[in-house]
């Protein structure tokens, strides 16, 4: 079963606005990892979030991670249409080896 | 700089045909290694995951098997392919020390049986 859970499945947005998406999950866990997918090709990793963290910053993009509610958001602040993409979480469980991926949120930014 | 490298791109196939997929990292020793497949509009499926030569571990009981015969090298393979075998296949590798790492995914081959 999916350990991470993506919300809303899509989102559009006008060039410029912010775009969040949420994460949850189930099980206590060593990190998040949120990663980005263009169409037809492979994930690209944005940011990892550790279990004691509760924020952090890449540029545009900010991660929240509340562990107590077991969920994580990501936000993107004014955004491009380069944005357009699916965007995933991926969670470590804690004691094991592989991270576990969401169905991703879908999100397009119009021009 | 580390890459990592997968191939054929695309490829189809006719049902019953043999399937090997390759991939290769380079820039790293030691990673641990993945197999994830994507059904269309869904997230990823892992397949199978390798922390060393040889060392192989099945998540879902399939037509599938994978093999690990070189450090940086993941192979994934079937002896018949099924209908239900088409996906978009995705290899991955992260640094073996500890969990806290992300992972980096190749580029990914688009598999249609037929």
């Known amino acids: 079963s999916q350990q991470g859970e993506e919300d809303p499945q899509a989102l559009s947005i006008q060039e410029g606005e912010n775009a969040t998406m949420n994460c949850s999950y189930k099980t206590s866990i060593n990190n998040l990892q949120w990663y980005r997918q263009n169409s037809g090709r492979g994930l690209v990793h944005l940011i990892l979030?550790?279990?004691?963290?509760r924020e952090k910053h890449s540029g545009r993009l900010r991660v929240t991670l509340d562990t107590s509610k077991k969920s994580s958001s990501l936000l993107i602040t004014a955004s491009r249409a380069a944005d357009t993409a699916s965007y995933f979480c991926a969670t470590a469980p804690l004691g094991a080896g592989k991270s576990t991926f969401g169905d991703g949120t879908t999100l397009t930014v119009k021009p | 700089s580390q890459t990592i490298h997968q191939w054929p791109a695309t490829l189809v196939q006719p049902v019953g045909s043999p399937l090997s997929l390759e991939c290769t990292v380079e820039?790293?020793?030691?990673?641990?290694l993945y197999w994830y497949r994507q059904a269309a509009g869904r997230g990823l499926q892992l397949l199978f995951y390798s922390v060393g030569i040889g060392q192989i571990s099945s998540e879902v009981p399939q037509n599938l098997s994978a093999s690990r015969p070189q450090d940086r090298q993941f192979i994934l393979s079937s002896k018949k392919l099924l209908l239900s075998d088409s996906g978009f296949y995705l290899c991955?590798?992260?640094?073996?020390?500890?969990?806290?790492?992300?992972?980096?995914f190749g580029s990914g081959t688009r598999l249609t049986v037929v």
């Open positions: 979030i550790r279990s004691n963290e």
């Open positions: 820039g790293t020793s030691n990673p641990n």
């Open positions: 991955a590798w992260s640094v073996r020390r500890g969990w806290d790492y992300g992972y980096t």
